[in-house]
């Protein structure tokens, strides 16, 4: 398996899905990624992973054990079903209905099995509620998400994270804001990954007019500009049931929109629109630093942190950087466009419109 590999294996990355497999006896499907110490996909690697169901806590009983021998695919991904496996137990006696259960999971580069970690599994009958349960690890490989909920794997865990911060799939930190009734991330999107693990597809704007499938870029094709406005997503990413967002955030409707408008202020109009919602409104929301003098009304007064983004149109090419924020809503208008907010560095307006749903917009996500 070669000594690049071993290494590889202490940061084991997982981006998992379990799911009941109705075509095996309610086996559980799994998938993983398998990544090195520097980040790249381990493509075409051959491992052991070995798993276990245990009862009676992290150091419990096994009632179940089992290994798979993987290969990954060019993508360094690997799927395996939990009860399909190599062993002499019985995967269908398993009770799932008492006690909490807890998953072990050990991999075998070719130099013995190393524990990776054991995760609670939530006391509850997955032969009933399996299908509806998702269980991931983050992509640090320190947590365990089980639906809205973290187990920490021992080390520095996600679940330690001070209250006023989230991580997303792709080990992103974002600062988070209480703005009247809502909470907001205080800063733009910068996933390339699905809640769920799924990669989103990085695609160039000289593309994007025959996009029609969830895609993402970075203003003027440069990684660094990530680092300060996030990336510029097409409408499709923004409304894809996957969730762009990290997994308890989603991508804001149209109405949700409204209303952080109407904190910032009640003038603001509910009925109108493609119209300035507000005259105010726009500039209480935007950041003090990185829009174009003279950043009219920009105050950040509730902590938003509105960027001037730009945007990647849809018949190619980036515009308005440091001039113009614009915001996906997961809300269609009709078949060709959708709804979103635009505030601008010569104004305080906060605009409700709508444009094509292969643009590229920043993505600010609320809270579920």
Known sequence: MGRNLKWALSLF???????????????LSYQAILRGSNGNIQANAMVSVRVSILEGGSAGDAL????????????????LAIGGGITAGNYASIDWSTGQKFLKVEVDSGTGYVLLGVQGMQSV????????????????????????????????????????????????????????SQVWLAENL???????????SLVTTSAWSTTTTSAYCTYSDDPTMANTYGHLYNWFAASD????????????SDAEWTTLALT????????????????????????????????????????FGALPGGDAISTGGYLNIGNQGY?????????????????S??????????????DGFSIRCLQD
């Not at 049931?241 to 804001?252: A, D, E, F, K, L």
């Not at 809503?329 to 505030?343: D, E, I």
């Open 13 to 27: 990355v997982f981006m998992l899905g379990f799911e009941v497999d109705s075509q095996t006896s309610d086996y």
């Open 64 to 79: 179940y054990t089992e290994t798979h021998v993987v290969i990954t695919n060019e993508n360094g991904l690997f799927s």
């Open 125 to 180: 009958p997955y032969s009933l509620s399996a299908k509806s349960t998702s269980l991931r690890v983050s992509t640090a490989g320190d947590s365990l998400f089980i639906g809205g909920s973290f187990t920490i794997v021992p080390g520095i865990s996600a679940a330690n994270l001070p209250a006023d911060v989230v991580l997303d799939v792709d080990g992103n930190i974002y600062n988070k804001v209480t703005i009247g």
């Open 190 to 200: 910068k996933s390339t990954h699905f809640c769920n693990g799924d990669a989103i």
């Open 241 to 252: 049931t996957r969730n762009v967002c990290p997994c308890g955030w989603h991508v804001p």
């Open 264 to 303: 910032a202020d009640p003038a603001t109009s509910t009925t109108c629109g493609p119209c300035n919602q507000s005259t105010l409104a726009g500039g209480v929301l935007k950041s003090t630093q990185f829009w174009t003098s003279p950043n009219t009304g920009g105050t950040d007064a509730v902590g």
């Open 327 to 343: 915001y996906w809503s997961k809300t269609s208008f009709s078949s060709s466009n959708a709804w979103y907010r635009r505030m």
């Open 345 to 358: 560095y010569t104004s305080a307006n906060f605009s409700k419109l709508n444009d094509g749903k292969q």
